[in-house]
């Protein structure tokens, strides 16, 4: 089985802090995605990346960055912590190249920006 | 900007009951997926349609694919508790990577 393994289940933050959440999925999938998750708003994509090195913007990337220097990891790094930004935040990641692969999910990290 | 809206939002219904929860979109999808998820939990892949007019089944859950691949519905008969969950529908367009989350239904169901 895929295994997506988010690095905290709940993170507290204070305003302006550089935070960072980590990912990592063990069966060397091309695609990692960062979405985050609010309630009637359902998941919304920050970043997405299909390579080592490779990233895009997803439809929310504002107030965030991305790194993938080895394939298993991606980080999301919120460069100046706001508290808009206290949601719960999903990694998942996929195989190939084409929208019908699923996708699998870690379990979430709920952060908090006080 | 691509959107899937899915209807109803939320649902309590009694265990033994049928019910229906529709995604629906004014633009066209390659496929389309639908996950559960449960509390403290990431979402967890239940299918994935591909072609127009398409029908799944998994035990008592069916999905449709709408003809014109801009929407899908899933149906479950004789609920149980164990369905209990957020369901979110995900479609990803042609020549791309990207998937759209509609909105999810939180389903209940009552024993």
């Known amino acids: 089985d895929v295994k997506v393994t988010q690095s905290s289940r709940y993170l507290v933050k204070r305003t302006g802090e550089k935070v960072f959440l980590e990912c990592v999925q063990d069966m060397d999938h091309e695609n990692m995605f960062w979405y985050r998750q609010d309630p009637g708003l359902g998941l919304r994509l920050i970043y997405f990346s299909y390579d080592v090195k490779m990233k895009e913007k997803g439809d929310i990337p504002e107030g965030y960055s991305v790194s993938r220097e080895k394939k298993e990891r991606f980080s999301l790094i919120l460069e100046s912590a706001s508290t808009n930004q206290t949601s719960m935040y999903l990694c998942?990641?996929?195989?190939?190249?084409?929208?019908?692969?699923?996708?699998?999910f870690g379990d979430g990290t709920r952060l908090s920006i006080l | 900007t691509q959107l899937l809206e899915q209807s109803p939002q939320f649902l309590s219904i009694q265990e033994g009951e049928n019910l229906t929860v529709y995604c629906n979109s004014s633009s066209v999808f390659s496929s389309l997926q639908w996950y559960r998820q449960e509390p403290g939990e990431g979402p967890v892949l239940l299918v994935t349609?591909?072609?127009?007019?398409e029908v799944k089944k998994l035990k008592r859950l069916t999905f449709q694919f709408g003809d014109a691949r801009k929407d899908s519905s899933l149906h479950i008969t004789a609920a149980q508790t164990g369905d209990t969950g957020l369901y979110l529908c995900a479609g990803a367009a042609s020549g791309t990577y990207k998937y759209i989350f509609g909105t999810g239904t939180r389903l209940k169901v009552l024993a």
């Open positions: 998942a990641s996929s195989l190939g190249w084409e929208g019908n692969q699923p996708q699998h």
């Open positions: 349609v591909v072609t127009g007019g």
